[in-house]
């Protein structure tokens, strides 16, 4: 959507010379970019059977908490390790340098429940997938994968499809 692309600021070199960062921040702070970044998700997924909407750390909270309120189904948040109090299920993957973990509650989702998973971003993928897993792994059933923005370049679109996951983004950024 041209509308929120046009919204989301580019900022060159950051975090480290190279980089294209895309900003959704402001985005997110323009009342009209906000909105309508919420209601085409819920558009999008009203009538899917969403049981829950799963938000990975920490720009999938901001969406995922607004669409959940919106379709009327609870929020879910995967979190970095040991942010999580309770008992929980972890996933490690691995990084261009090293591993990270995520984490879930282990009784956040029943057997079966339809899960809308949704993050800011797609780049390389290894997040969401490891994400998207660790929601299997807990018994939730994943329908789709919903991002603000997707950079195709970086192959992360091509790591869920052949994952199997449906993914659906607003808008793309390539090849700057």
Do not use: W
Not at 83 to 91: A, H, S, T
Not at 98 to 107: A, C, L, M, R
Request: hydrophobic residues 40%.
């Amino acid at each position: 959507m041209k509308a929120i692309k046009d919204m989301i600021r580019t900022v060159p070199d950051f975090p480290k010379k190279g980089i294209q960062f895309r900003d959704i921040t402001t985005l997110l702070s323009d009342p009209d970019g906000l909105r309508l970044t919420i209601d085409t998700f819920c558009e999008r997924y009203k009538d899917r059977g969403i049981e829950a909407v799963v938000g990975i750390e920490a720009r999938g909270f901001i969406l995922g908490s607004a669409v959940a309120y919106k379709l009327g189904v609870g929020f879910v948040p995967v979190r970095k390790k040991g942010k999580l109090p309770g008992n929980v299920e972890r996933f490690e993957y691995d990084l261009e340098y090293g591993t990270d973990t995520v984490e879930i509650h282990s009784d956040a989702l029943h057997k079966g429940t339809k899960v809308l998973l949704i993050d800011d971003l797609l780049a390389t993928g290894g997040t969401c997938l490891a994400a998207a897993q660790l929601v299997e792994k807990v018994g939730g059933v994943v329908e789709e994968i919903a991002f603000i923005v997707d950079l195709p370049d970086l192959k992360g679109r091509d790591r869920l499809l052949k994952r199997g996951y449906r993914i659906f983004a607003l808008c793309k950024f390539e090849g700057d």
